[in-house]
Antibody, heavy 117, light 107 residues
Framework: VQLVESGGGLVKPGGSLRLTCVASGLTFSDDYMSWIRQPPGKGLEWITYISNSGIITYYADSVKGRFTISRDNAKNSVYLEMNSLRVDDTAVYYC???????????WGRGTLVTVSS | DIQMTQSPSTLSASVGDTVSIACRASQSISTWLAWYQQAPGKAPKLLIYKASNLESGVPSRFSGSGSGTTFTLTISSLQSDDFVTYYCQQYNSYPWTFGQGTKVEVK
């Protein structure tokens, strides 16, 4: 069971970035997925969720209207499209499987996004 | 949003000690609470779900209790790998929220 994130990097304020999370060893089409981020040296912040079908999504207020979560079950992948990036979006971004009870039982290793001029 | 507050922020202990970390919710979350362990540079790892259920593969020295607004993570007989940071998380209602973390350090 593994989640692998990619797509992080350095981007200027106002720029865009797309993160990808590829799952293996899971019945991905049954799984609810979230993105969670962690600024350097700080705590964890849940930012978005997508249902197994992709029909239902939720966002934290801090990213609503700027970030979009999507998934492709045929590719065992979940995506995070990030627009209008700000300096305070700088963080390690983790994708995680949300268990049926709501806790996060599988995590990726994370990908670092740095927003700086 | 439901606010989660952990105490203490830092806890000093020795190998073999038993320690407890508190987590308080700003409103009742029943038992919709999880605990995670995070080592430096690593992803969080689920320890406890639904307040008191031990995740598969997690040592039995970890235990959780509580309901409503007050919860506790207890680590019995601290081992060297346990000196890391712990987070609580509520999943009663969106947005899911985490506590600010408790760092367990060597005394």
């Amino acid at each position: 069971v593994q989640l692998v994130e990619s797509g992080g990097g350095l981007v200027k304020p106002g720029g865009s970035l797309r993160l990808t999370c590829v799952a293996s060893g899971l019945t991905f089409s049954d799984d609810y997925m979230s993105w969670i981020r962690q600024p350097p040296g700080k705590g964890l912040e849940w930012i978005t969720y997508i249902s197994n079908s992709g029909i239902i999504t939720y966002y934290a207020d801090s990213v609503k209207g700027r970030f979009t979560i999507s998934r492709d079950n045929a590719k065992n992948s979940v995506y995070l499209e990030m627009n209008s990036l700000r300096v305070d979006d700088t963080a390690v971004y983790y994708c995680a499987r949300e268990s049926y009870s709501g806790s996060f039982d599988v995590w990726g290793r994370g990908t670092l996004v740095t927003v700086s001029s | 949003d439901i606010q989660m507050t952990q105490s203490p922020s830092t806890l000093s202990a020795s190998v073999g000690d038993t320690v407890s970390i508190a987590c308080r919710a700003s409103q009742s979350i029943s038992t919709w609470l999880a605990w995670y362990q995070q080592a430096p540079g690593k992803a969080p790892k689920l320890l406890i779900y639904k307040a008191s259920n031990l995740e598969s593969g997690v040592p039995s020295r970890f235990s959780g209790s509580g309901s409503g607004t007050t919860f506790t993570l207890t680590i019995s007989s601290l081992q060297s790998d346990d000196f890391v940071t712990y987070y609580c998380q509520q999943y009663n209602s969106y947005p899911w929220t985490f506590g600010q973390g408790t760092k367990v350090e060597v005394k």
